[in-house]
């Protein structure tokens, strides 16, 4: 069974700051997808990613997936209130079976 | 938005009762899912659904039970409720590669007393 785990769990910071989040496994992953869910509401994709060292841009947020497809960050440049959430990576494994999710990193970006 | 919409949004019922909870989509999308989400668990894969009568299991399948009877529809069935199957619901829908769901409904609360 493939796992996923994300770093930090927690994280509390000012407007305007920087930050990243982590996703990690030992295994690898065909592709890889980052959500962001806000409270009373079902998690929306962001991006996914399916190439070793691919970096995708989306706004003030950029994702990077590992060289290896084993590990994944996302950071988000000049954070504002509006990006508060719980950001939730999921991967597939190689035939795109045993697709699993992290349990999350919960933002809340203060103004 | 995706055109996804879960019935009941909330329900709190008894222990040993019968429940159903509905995930209607418009987008003719080919994969359905429900899965729950508890604190520490993340979310997880009860069922899926790859065509009209076609599911399969997923991670948490005990004591539940899936149908998909027309494309649009796919109900999660729960027999005879427990406690520990008090959580949130969530359908999602995906056009493309089996087990990657791409857009997810608003979610069920259920509560099991």
């Known amino acids: 069974t493939q796992l996923l785990e994300q770093s930090p769990q927690f994280l509390s910071i000012q407007e305007g700051e920087n930050l990243t989040v982590y996703c990690n496994s030992s295994?690898?992953?065909?592709?890889l997808q980052w959500y962001r869910q806000e409270p009373g509401e079902g998690p929306v994709l962001l991006v996914t990613?399916?190439?070793?060292?691919e970096v995708k841009k989306l706004k003030r947020l950029t994702f990077q997936f590992g060289d290896a497809r084993k590990d994944s960050s996302l950071h988000i440049t000049a954070a504002q209130t509006g990006d508060t959430g719980l950001y939730l990576c999921?991967?597939?494994?190689?035939?795109?079976?045993?697709?699993?999710f992290g349990p999350g990193t919960r933002l809340s970006v203060l103004p | 938005d995706a055109g996804i919409t879960q019935s009941p949004r909330h329900k709190v019922t008894e222990t040993g009762t019968p429940v159903t909870l509905r995930c209607h989509q418009t987008?003719?999308?080919?994969?359905m899912y429900w899965y729950r989400q508890d604190p520490g668990h993340g979310l997880r894969l009860i069922h899926y659904?790859?065509?009209?009568?076609?599911?399969d299991k997923g991670e948490v399948s005990d004591g539940y039970s899936v149908s998909r009877s027309k494309t649009e529809d796919f109900l999660l069935t729960l027999e005879s409720a427990t406690s520990s199957q008090t959580s949130v619901y969530f359908c999602?829908?995906?056009?493309?590669?089996?087990?990657?769901?791409?857009?997810f409904g608003d979610g069920t609360r259920l509560s099991i007393l």
């Open positions: 999921a991967g597939a494994g190689n035939y795109g079976q045993n697709f699993v």
């Open positions: 295994s690898v992953f065909s592709s």
């Open positions: 990613v399916v190439t070793g060292g």
């Open positions: 987008e003719n999308h080919r994969y």
């Open positions: 659904s790859y065509g009209v009568k076609d599911t």
């Open positions: 999602a829908i995906g056009a493309r590669d089996v087990g990657q769901p791409q857009h």
